[in-house]
């Protein structure tokens, strides 16, 4: 039997990396592992869809119990990985994908690389310009200034790519899709 794909997608604030797990969940069964999180959401974001929400207390709990596969504190929010939503859908055989940024990835890359169990997977999604990413965070509903401040960001961003094994430029969705899913070898 196939070990299961733990598939690690980064890519820039707004270049579709949520759209794209949900469509590799929605099409090709994975199970989407969402971080959780203390900062609260932001108003185009769902509970347990792009990230789990919870409060400072539970969290602090979380990581005394050893629940969380890893945790960070950034700007004051603290962001971690629950250990068993990962671990349960992967001991069941499952495909899983997680949408983390280059510490998450460096953090599971550490475990999960040289891993007997699990096919470690490492994938960058990248907009095909900075255009198009101005206008799918704008069409989002972020605030002008948050655009602003995304768009410097992912200009930086960007730099981690060549660290990733491999890169695809998120134009068309189904496209995209089709691309990763001929890279894990899901089709031909
Ligand atoms: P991220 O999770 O990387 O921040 P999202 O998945 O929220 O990005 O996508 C940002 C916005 O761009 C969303 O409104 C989404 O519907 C849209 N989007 C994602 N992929 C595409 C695509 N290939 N073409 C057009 N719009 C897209």
């Known amino acids: 039997m196939r070990r299961p794909i733990l598939l690690v997608i980064s890519a820039p604030s707004g270049a579709g990396k949520t759209t794209v797990a949900r469509r590799l969940a929605e099409d090709y069964g994975f199970v989407h592992v969402v971080t959780a999180t203390t900062r609260p959401p932001r108003p185009h974001e769902r509970d347990g869809v792009d990230y789990l929400f919870t409060d400072e207390a539970t969290f602090r709990r979380w990581i005394e119990e050893g629940n969380l596969f890893e945790w960070a504190e950034i700007y004051g929010n603290l962001y971690g990985i629950p250990k068993e939503n990962l671990y349960r859908p992967l001991r069941e055989g499952r ?43 704008m069409r989002r509903g972020d605030p002008p200034d948050v655009v602003e401040r ?18 695809v430029i998120n134009d068309d969705l189904n496209r ?13």
């Open 176 to 188: 995209a899709v089709d691309e990763i899913a001929r890279i894990l070898g899901l089709r031909r």
């Open 150 to 167: 995304r768009l410097k960001k992912a200009a930086k961003e960007m730099e981690y790519a060549s660290e990733y094994q491999h890169v």
């Open 95 to 137: 495909n899983v994908v997680l949408t983390v940024d280059v510490n998450g990835k460096r953090a599971l890359e550490r475990v999960f690389a040289d891993s007997d169990e699990v096919e470690f997977r490492t994938i960058f999604l990248v907009p095909p310009s900075l255009e198009v990413l101005r206008e799918r965070l």
